[in-house]
């Protein structure tokens, strides 16, 4: 397959993995989450779910070796409690791990120089937890220490679940993979947009379609869980807003758009009273803001 028959292809397959993504049609309408999960997964991938594993065992250790991991007992076990509750509405055959980083000092040189890895994507300030390949989830610390409730930062950590239980990492490789190009730092991890890169318009339309399909499932997650998706609707819509250049060679849709996405799906859930809360996310936030 030449480039170009590439290229078209990846264009064909983007509107059809945006139509993957239900529309808000009504709670008899909406699929049942599992079988969404499942259904979803499936699609082109030079991977399987094995070499999926291996290589996300892989990066995390690198990743391990060259950031500055943060351990401490507390905010590690209220992450994990928070992640498995999570987790048995988010089926996938990957097992979820959680991480914590520091990423609130720009400009410091990572701790494994030489390391194959995108590391400078993870320099200064993170705005989402980075999903890699396979099920290890690594969490910045200033995420925890600014989210404004638990029900922001569950949503948060479902987003990143979702994108591993979809497979988006191998799925992204793949296409890269048709495409010629280096494939190595789409095969591990989701960090799109940690760095400019030359990224092809078609390549663009699917990491969109990705995202706003991340956020359904996590909003599915979430909503489940007994957190109110409102929440993450409400935060996102408070974000500043990218400049438009920035916007266009984006990997993600802008803020504005996912709060609205968010709130035209929250019609189509059964109405509920949101009241979920592990009744440890001050103390995790506190321990978050006071690490130096």
């Known amino acids: 397959m030449n480039v170009m028959a590439a290229v078209l292809l990846l264009g064909s397959l983007a509107v059809t993995a945006s139509a993957q993504e239900p529309s808000a049609r009504g709670v008899n309408h909406e699929p049942k989450l599992d079988a969404y999960i499942a259904q979803s997964a499936k699609g082109l991938n030079f991977y399987p779910v094995e070499r999926e594993r291996e290589l996300g065992r892989e990066a995390a250790a690198n990743l391990e070796r060259a950031l500055p991991i943060v351990h401490e007992p507390k905010l590690d076990a209220y992450i994990a409690g928070l992640g498995a509750m999570l987790a048995r509405y988010a089926n996938t ?32 300030q993170a705005g989402e937890p980075v999903a890699v390949a396979g099920g290890p989830i690594f969490i910045p610390l200033s995420l925890l220490a600014a989210a404004p409730n638990e029900a922001v930062f569950a949503f948060q950590l479902a987003h990143a679940m979702a994108h591993i239980a979809l497979r988006h990492a191998t799925k992204q490789a793949t296409r890269t993979e048709l495409l010629r190009l280096d494939a190595s730092g789409a095969q591990i991890t989701a960090v799109a947009d940690r760095r400019p890169t030359a990224v092809p318009m078609g390549m663009l339309a699917f990491a969109r379609a990705f ?3 991340a956020d359904y499932v996590a909003l599915r997650i979430v909503s489940q869980a007994g957190y109110s998706p409102e929440a993450m609707a409400a935060y996102l819509s408070g974000l500043p807003v990218p400049e438009k250049a920035v916007a266009v060679f984006s990997a993600h849709i802008t803020s504005v758009e996912r709060s609205k996405a968010i709130r035209a799906k929250l019609e189509s859930l059964p109405a509920a009273t949101y009241t979920a809360a592990t009744g440890g996310f001050a103390e995790a936030r506190a321990i978050a803001a006071s690490v130096r």
């Open 93 to 124: 055959p990957f097992t979820y791990t959680f991480t914590v980083y520091e990423d609130r000092r720009p400009g410091t040189e990572p701790a494994g120089a030489g390391v194959s890895m995108p590391i400078d994507a993870f320099q200064g």
């Open 211 to 213: 995202e706003r399909q």
